[in-house]
């Protein structure tokens, strides 16, 4: 294992799971409330924020996810809150901007995407907590202000992750894209198919399921809403369809693991910027 792989739960025969987000893919978590979703995600992102070669960015409607990286670096690349839906639009056109930079710097580089990171250089992993929420919130928030087609704000959300799913792992970044339920309105087949590690909770609807996974078994697709909080099934490249139960961690402790690299302070500490920035 290296700093950017992460140990996410025990599989059934007691092996240690692990996500590799070195790896050129994205991930997609889907599970109901109080399946464990939330939990795998603080699993996830606490052990990230021990690399120095992660910056950790993205959009939280509710602010409770990333607010313990309030003292992180690449402030501007997240957005947390839902009172100005119009501030998760520009954190994500600031990281597309540097999506495009960067893939730039490939072209003249003659190279084809990134696989060595640094703290000046980071892996840039993008969390989209309760993505379909956000792009609800969005369009509420485009209705209230009646904004006019050019200037809403859910479209602009919209283009800006399904661009960062399409494009931006060769440019050294990872979506971490959060759902309930994925439905072909949030997130379209195009943009599923770049998901290559695909996780699910309990749900109580097996055409969500189907959304993530491909040709499951009846009796196990049946399963899904039986599953304990945490228990929960992984498809990914080179890691074998199971289930798996993650490990837990509480709130408070997934905040105190956070704070020991990135203490909460009135400015943020930066760990380094892209060493591509002019």
């Not at 021990?50 to 602010?63: F, M």
């Not at 704070?259 to 910027?273: F, I, K, M, Q």
Request: aromatic content about 6%.
């Amino acid at each position: 294992m290296t700093d950017l792989s992460v140990v996410v739960g025990r599989t059934e025969t007691g092996r240690n799971l692990s996500i590799d987000f070195g790896a050129a893919w994205h991930t997609a978590i889907q599970g109901q409330t109080r399946s464990g979703k939330s939990v795998l995600t603080y699993v996830c992102l606490s052990q990230l924020s021990r690399s120095a070669r992660v910056v950790i960015a993205g959009c939280d409607p509710t602010g409770i996810l990333l607010n313990p990286f309030s003292g992180a670096s690449h402030k501007t690349w997240r957005s947390l809150g839902n009172s100005d839906m119009a501030a998760h639009r520009t954190a994500l056109h600031r990281i597309v901007d540097e999506m495009d930079l960067r893939i730039a710097r490939l072209r003249e580089q003659n190279l084809d995407k990134m696989i060595a990171f640094t703290p000046s250089l980071p892996l840039v992993v993008v969390v989209m907590e309760e993505y379909p929420g956000l792009l609800a919130s969005a369009r509420a928030w485009d209705l209230l202000h009646g904004l006019k087609p050019g200037e809403r704000v859910e479209p602009a959300i919209s283009h800006a992750v399904g661009r960062l799913v399409r494009e931006s792992a060769k440019a050294g970044m990872r979506v971490l894209l959060l759902a309930q339920r994925m439905s072909a309105q949030s997130v379209d087949t195009e943009s599923r198919s770049q998901f290559g590690c695909r996780i699910s909770l309990r749900l109580d609807n097996s055409d969500a399921v189907k959304m993530l996974h491909d040709n499951l078994p009846a009796n196990l697709l049946d399963q899904f809403s039986t599953f304990d909080p945490g228990v929960g099934v992984i498809d990914a490249p080179g890691i074998p369809r199971e289930r798996f139960r993650t490990d837990m961690l509480e709130y408070a402790d997934y905040v105190v693991r956070v704070h020991r690299h990135y203490p909460p302070t009135s400015s943020p500490l930066e760990r380094g910027s892209s060493q591509w920035r002019v």
